[in-house]
């Protein structure tokens, strides 16, 4: 298996000279040049390929029958190590990349046929060209959880967070806890704070597990034995710190770095 030399991107009026057709028609068939297949080529039968005309194509071409490669090789994909197709010296490396919006360009395609034309700078009469711009919501939210998690579940950043704040009620049969809890509820959620209240009937341990998973930015959870000592826990879901303060510290430290982080 041979290896093709250093490929270049061609211009239109290169394209035409080698080939004799202008660009989307060119084919290996009776080409008068170097062909270079990758091996995905060699595994195909009667496939279509470019006449070399201006609108025309081959149908039913196999190679061997109807032309012979110069050499074959892995030219499809770009990997990490090949040369760099825009500079001298470079070479490129691999990174994951996450796809979360699309770009295609329709040109002229839809606008003629729906009679959309534009005036030019000459007052002459135009068909618009055309381009679709798209970003996936859901796609968005999978990167970014991709991106942001641990071993126990996602790590919300504030900007993309469902909720901002994920206060707990620890006990479901203290009337302090309960008045605490919705009394920082509804003092976070008047300063324009996003907040989840649990006030399930679970053990303190299942919603402090849940609370990880979920992803929430900060917690606040309210206890009684926190109350005895008159203080709620504050923790960041991106850190280890539980900071103890008093429930009106507490709203006001996290509205000013819910604040913070929003403007991030």
């Not at 093709?4 to 009776?30: C, D, H, I, L």
């Not at 007052?123 to 919501?137: D, L, N, Q, S």
């Not at 993309?160 to 302090?176: R, Y």
């Not at 900060?218 to 539980?242: D, S, W």
Request: with cysteine.
């Amino acid at each position: 298996m041979a290896t093709a030399a250093r490929a270049r991107a061609v211009s239109r009026s290169q394209m035409k000279e080698v080939t004799g057709a202008p660009v989307g028609f060119a084919g290996p068939v009776g080409l008068k040049a170097p062909i270079y297949a990758d091996l995905e080529v060699m595994a195909l039968a009667d496939f279509v390929v470019g006449a070399n005309a201006a609108d025309a194509h081959l149908t039913g071409v196999n190679v061997g029958r109807d032309f012979t490669p110069t050499a074959t090789g892995d030219y499809r994909s770009a990997a990490a190590g090949d040369d760099c197709a825009r500079c001298d010296k470079g070479k490129l490396k691999a990174f994951r990349g996450i796809e979360v919006g699309q770009v295609f360009f329709l040109g002229t395609k839809y606008s003629k046929p729906m009679g959309v034309t534009f005036l030019d700078v000459d007052g002459h009469e135009k068909p618009a060209v055309m381009g679709t711009y798209g970003i996936g919501v859901t796609r968005i939210m999978a990167a970014a959880i991709e991106q942001n998690h641990d071993k126990d579940g996602i790590v919300w950043p504030v900007p993309l967070a469902p909720f901002e704040v994920n206060v707990l009620e620890l006990q479901q049969d203290d009337d302090n806890v309960i008045a605490t809890a919705t009394r920082i509820y509804d003092e976070l959620t008047a300063a324009g704070i996003e907040v989840l209240y649990d006030d399930r009937d679970e053990r303190a341990g299942v919603k402090f597990k849940d609370a990880d998973l979920i992803g929430i930015p900060f917690r606040l959870a309210v206890g009684k034995k926190g109350l005895a000592e008159g203080v709620v826990e504050v923790k960041r879901r991106n850190g280890t710190e539980v900071r103890k303060m008093k429930p009106e510290d507490a709203v006001k430290t996290l509205i000013a770095e819910v604040t913070a982080e929003r403007r991030k």
